[in-house]
Protein backbone atom coordinates (compact mmCIF):
# COMPACT_ATOMS: atom_id res chain seq x y z
CA UNK A 1 0.00 0.00 0.00
CA UNK A 2 2.79 2.53 0.74
CA UNK A 3 4.90 2.04 -2.51
CA UNK A 4 1.05 2.36 -4.01
CA UNK A 5 0.66 5.42 -2.27
CA UNK A 6 3.91 7.16 -3.11
CA UNK A 7 3.98 6.06 -6.60
CA UNK A 8 0.26 7.94 -7.12
CA UNK A 9 1.52 10.78 -4.96
CA UNK A 10 4.15 11.45 -7.66
CA UNK A 11 1.70 10.81 -10.59
CA UNK A 12 -0.35 13.47 -9.08
CA UNK A 13 2.36 15.90 -8.95
CA UNK A 14 3.43 15.59 -12.47
CA UNK A 15 -0.34 16.19 -13.44
CA UNK A 16 -0.14 19.66 -11.50
CA UNK A 17 2.32 20.57 -14.08
CA UNK A 18 0.03 19.70 -16.83
CA UNK A 19 -2.97 21.94 -18.57
CA UNK A 20 -5.10 18.40 -17.39
CA UNK A 21 -8.56 19.34 -15.99
CA UNK A 22 -8.39 23.37 -17.00
CA UNK A 23 -9.42 24.89 -20.36
CA UNK A 24 -6.57 24.28 -21.85
CA UNK A 25 -7.08 20.68 -21.50
CA UNK A 26 -7.89 19.70 -25.09
CA UNK A 27 -4.01 20.42 -25.91
CA UNK A 28 -3.00 17.29 -24.27
CA UNK A 29 -3.07 14.00 -26.25
CA UNK A 30 -6.05 11.53 -25.60
CA UNK A 31 -3.55 8.67 -24.71
CA UNK A 32 -2.25 11.32 -22.20
CA UNK A 33 -5.74 12.43 -20.58
CA UNK A 34 -7.03 8.89 -20.60
CA UNK A 35 -3.56 7.84 -18.20
CA UNK A 36 -4.27 11.11 -16.21
CA UNK A 37 -7.68 10.04 -15.34
CA UNK A 38 -6.73 6.16 -14.29
CA UNK A 39 -4.57 8.03 -11.93
CA UNK A 40 -7.88 9.77 -10.17
CA UNK A 41 -10.15 6.67 -10.55
CA UNK A 42 -6.57 4.64 -8.63
CA UNK A 43 -6.34 7.23 -5.84
CA UNK A 44 -9.77 7.05 -5.43
CA UNK A 45 -10.09 3.94 -4.99
CA UNK A 46 -7.07 3.49 -2.71
CA UNK A 47 -8.92 6.09 -0.05
CA UNK A 48 -11.58 3.96 -0.43
CA UNK A 49 -9.52 0.72 0.84
CA UNK A 50 -8.03 2.69 3.08
CA UNK A 51 -11.12 4.17 4.55
CA UNK A 52 -9.88 7.84 3.88
CA UNK A 53 -13.55 9.08 3.37
CA UNK A 54 -12.53 12.89 3.03
CA UNK A 55 -9.93 12.76 0.33
CA UNK A 56 -11.96 10.07 -1.32
CA UNK A 57 -15.15 13.03 -1.51
CA UNK A 58 -12.66 15.07 -3.66
CA UNK A 59 -11.41 12.64 -5.85
CA UNK A 60 -14.86 12.01 -6.38
CA UNK A 61 -15.35 15.60 -7.55
CA UNK A 62 -12.35 15.36 -9.61
CA UNK A 63 -13.84 12.99 -10.99
CA UNK A 64 -17.19 13.61 -11.95
CA UNK A 65 -15.32 16.74 -13.87
CA UNK A 66 -13.39 13.94 -16.31
CA UNK A 67 -16.62 11.82 -16.93
CA UNK A 68 -18.75 14.48 -17.75
CA UNK A 69 -16.98 16.77 -19.67
CA UNK A 70 -15.34 13.94 -21.00
CA UNK A 71 -18.29 12.15 -21.97
CA UNK A 72 -17.76 12.05 -25.49
CA UNK A 73 -14.41 13.10 -26.25
CA UNK A 74 -12.77 9.81 -24.42
CA UNK A 75 -13.75 6.14 -24.30
CA UNK A 76 -16.41 5.48 -21.06
CA UNK A 77 -13.86 3.85 -18.08
CA UNK A 78 -14.99 0.81 -16.39
CA UNK A 79 -14.31 1.91 -13.45
CA UNK A 80 -16.85 4.79 -13.74
CA UNK A 81 -19.79 3.18 -13.24
CA UNK A 82 -18.91 1.47 -9.70
CA UNK A 83 -16.65 4.63 -8.80
CA UNK A 84 -20.27 7.12 -9.07
CA UNK A 85 -22.18 4.66 -7.52
CA UNK A 86 -19.91 4.83 -4.73
CA UNK A 87 -19.92 8.21 -4.36
CA UNK A 88 -23.83 8.09 -4.21
CA UNK A 89 -23.10 5.73 -0.95
CA UNK A 90 -21.00 7.86 0.35
CA UNK A 91 -23.70 10.84 0.61
CA UNK A 92 -25.75 8.45 1.89
CA UNK A 93 -23.54 7.96 5.07
CA UNK A 94 -23.54 11.76 5.68
CA UNK A 95 -27.23 11.70 5.36
CA UNK A 96 -27.19 13.73 2.44
CA UNK A 97 -29.96 12.20 0.40
CA UNK A 98 -31.23 15.56 -1.06
CA UNK A 99 -27.31 15.33 -2.92
CA UNK A 100 -28.47 11.64 -3.57
CA UNK A 101 -31.49 12.37 -5.25
CA UNK A 102 -29.94 15.11 -7.56
CA UNK A 103 -26.91 13.39 -8.36
CA UNK A 104 -28.87 9.76 -9.41
CA UNK A 105 -30.44 11.29 -12.81
CA UNK A 106 -27.33 12.72 -14.13
CA UNK A 107 -25.03 9.57 -12.99
CA UNK A 108 -27.88 7.59 -14.83
CA UNK A 109 -27.95 9.22 -18.33
CA UNK A 110 -24.26 9.45 -18.17
CA UNK A 111 -23.89 5.36 -17.29
CA UNK A 112 -26.84 3.79 -18.18
CA UNK A 113 -28.67 0.46 -16.71
CA UNK A 114 -25.68 -0.85 -14.00
CA UNK A 115 -26.15 -2.90 -11.47
CA UNK A 116 -23.78 -0.68 -8.94
CA UNK A 117 -26.42 2.27 -9.26
CA UNK A 118 -29.58 -0.05 -8.55
CA UNK A 119 -27.74 -1.48 -5.70
CA UNK A 120 -27.28 2.12 -4.33
CA UNK A 121 -31.13 2.94 -5.05
CA UNK A 122 -31.79 -0.20 -3.12
CA UNK A 123 -29.44 1.28 -0.30
CA UNK A 124 -31.89 4.78 -0.67
CA UNK A 125 -34.61 3.02 -0.16
CA UNK A 126 -33.78 1.07 2.91
CA UNK A 127 -32.37 4.31 4.61
CA UNK A 128 -35.79 6.31 3.81
CA UNK A 129 -37.85 3.72 4.82
CA UNK A 130 -35.38 2.72 7.94
CA UNK A 131 -35.75 -0.47 7.15
CA UNK A 132 -32.53 -2.18 9.38
CA UNK A 133 -33.48 -5.64 8.40
CA UNK A 134 -33.27 -4.59 4.33
CA UNK A 135 -30.08 -2.74 5.27
CA UNK A 136 -28.54 -5.57 6.97
CA UNK A 137 -29.69 -7.66 3.61
CA UNK A 138 -27.26 -5.28 1.45
CA UNK A 139 -24.72 -5.10 3.84
CA UNK A 140 -24.62 -8.66 3.32
CA UNK A 141 -24.65 -8.70 -0.58
CA UNK A 142 -22.80 -5.76 -1.75
CA UNK A 143 -21.56 -6.51 -5.47
CA UNK A 144 -18.38 -4.61 -4.86
CA UNK A 145 -16.14 -4.91 -1.98
CA UNK A 146 -15.11 -1.19 -2.27
CA UNK A 147 -19.46 -0.52 -1.43
CA UNK A 148 -18.24 -2.24 2.26
CA UNK A 149 -16.85 0.31 4.08
CA UNK A 150 -19.65 2.80 3.29
CA UNK A 151 -22.43 0.20 3.80
CA UNK A 152 -21.07 -0.90 7.10
CA UNK A 153 -21.09 2.25 8.27
CA UNK A 154 -24.92 2.95 7.88
CA UNK A 155 -25.65 -0.13 9.02
CA UNK A 156 -23.66 1.55 12.29
CA UNK A 157 -25.98 4.33 12.05
CA UNK A 158 -28.67 2.33 11.88
CA UNK A 159 -27.70 0.14 15.04
CA UNK A 160 -27.71 2.78 16.80
CA UNK A 161 -31.10 4.54 15.66
CA UNK A 162 -32.79 1.13 16.53
CA UNK A 163 -30.89 1.04 19.83
CA UNK A 164 -32.67 4.19 20.98
CA UNK A 165 -35.92 2.61 20.19
CA UNK A 166 -35.13 0.08 21.96
CA UNK A 167 -34.26 2.08 25.39
CA UNK A 168 -37.65 4.22 24.68
CA UNK A 169 -39.72 0.67 24.43
CA UNK A 170 -37.89 -1.87 27.50
CA UNK A 171 -36.57 -1.70 30.73
CA UNK A 172 -34.51 -4.43 30.09
CA UNK A 173 -33.56 -6.86 27.58
CA UNK A 174 -32.05 -10.21 26.67
CA UNK A 175 -28.55 -10.42 25.11
CA UNK A 176 -29.82 -12.96 22.49
CA UNK A 177 -32.71 -11.02 21.66
CA UNK A 178 -30.34 -7.71 20.64
CA UNK A 179 -28.27 -10.28 18.85
CA UNK A 180 -31.33 -11.24 17.20
CA UNK A 181 -32.95 -7.87 16.75
CA UNK A 182 -29.79 -5.81 15.39
CA UNK A 183 -28.50 -8.82 13.65
CA UNK A 184 -25.29 -9.16 15.55
CA UNK A 185 -23.17 -11.92 13.85
CA UNK A 186 -22.45 -12.90 17.54
CA UNK A 187 -22.93 -12.47 21.25
CA UNK A 188 -19.19 -10.86 21.45
CA UNK A 189 -20.06 -8.37 18.75
CA UNK A 190 -23.11 -7.13 20.95
CA UNK A 191 -21.37 -6.74 23.57
CA UNK A 192 -18.57 -4.71 22.67
CA UNK A 193 -22.01 -2.54 21.17
CA UNK A 194 -23.44 -2.78 24.67
CA UNK A 195 -20.08 -0.91 26.18
CA UNK A 196 -20.51 0.87 23.32
CA UNK A 197 -23.66 2.42 24.73
CA UNK A 198 -23.13 2.73 28.09
CA UNK A 199 -25.09 -0.07 28.99
CA UNK A 200 -25.12 -2.72 31.74
CA UNK A 201 -25.01 -6.56 31.17
CA UNK A 202 -26.04 -8.15 34.15
CA UNK A 203 -24.31 -11.71 35.26
CA UNK A 204 -27.71 -13.41 33.91
CA UNK A 205 -27.02 -12.17 30.26
CA UNK A 206 -29.64 -8.60 30.83
CA UNK A 207 -29.09 -5.76 29.44
CA UNK A 208 -29.99 -2.42 31.62
CA UNK A 209 -30.27 0.71 29.65
CA UNK A 210 -28.32 3.63 31.13
CA UNK A 211 -31.75 5.49 31.05
CA UNK A 212 -33.49 3.13 32.69
CA UNK A 213 -31.04 3.41 35.96
CA UNK A 214 -31.37 6.66 35.83
CA UNK A 215 -34.88 7.21 35.56
CA UNK A 216 -35.03 4.36 38.52
CA UNK A 217 -32.47 6.13 40.44
CA UNK A 218 -35.04 9.38 40.27
CA UNK A 219 -37.98 7.56 41.05
CA UNK A 220 -36.66 7.20 44.34
CA UNK A 221 -34.98 9.85 44.83
CA UNK A 222 -38.46 11.39 44.62
CA UNK A 223 -39.86 8.73 46.81
CA UNK A 224 -37.51 9.52 49.19
CA UNK A 225 -38.36 13.15 49.26
CA UNK A 226 -42.40 12.37 49.71
CA UNK A 227 -41.77 9.98 52.85
CA UNK A 228 -39.60 12.63 54.26
CA UNK A 229 -42.47 15.67 53.36
CA UNK A 230 -45.12 13.32 55.21
CA UNK A 231 -43.07 12.48 58.51
CA UNK A 232 -42.96 16.46 58.51
CA UNK A 233 -46.09 16.71 57.91
CA UNK A 234 -47.66 14.17 60.32
CA UNK A 235 -45.41 15.69 63.23
CA UNK A 236 -47.02 18.97 62.31
CA UNK A 237 -49.24 19.77 65.54
Known amino acids: TAKITNLLKELKEQMIHTSFLTNEENKISEKDRLAYRTVLECDAILHIKTKNVKQFALDIQKLKTVYFREESALPKSDKMPLLLSTSLVYLLTQGQIVEFNIEIPNFRKL ?3 NQFLDYSTELLHAVVDNSFTQLFNLNAKVPSPLFQNFT ?3 LD ?17 KLDELVQILHFENADQAKQFIDQRGWTL ?14 EKIADDEAARYV ?5 LSGMP
Open 228 to 232: DLAIR
Open 111 to 113: VGK
Open 202 to 215: TKNNFIKFTHTEEK
Open 157 to 173: GARHSHADSLERSYKRL
Open 152 to 154: SLI
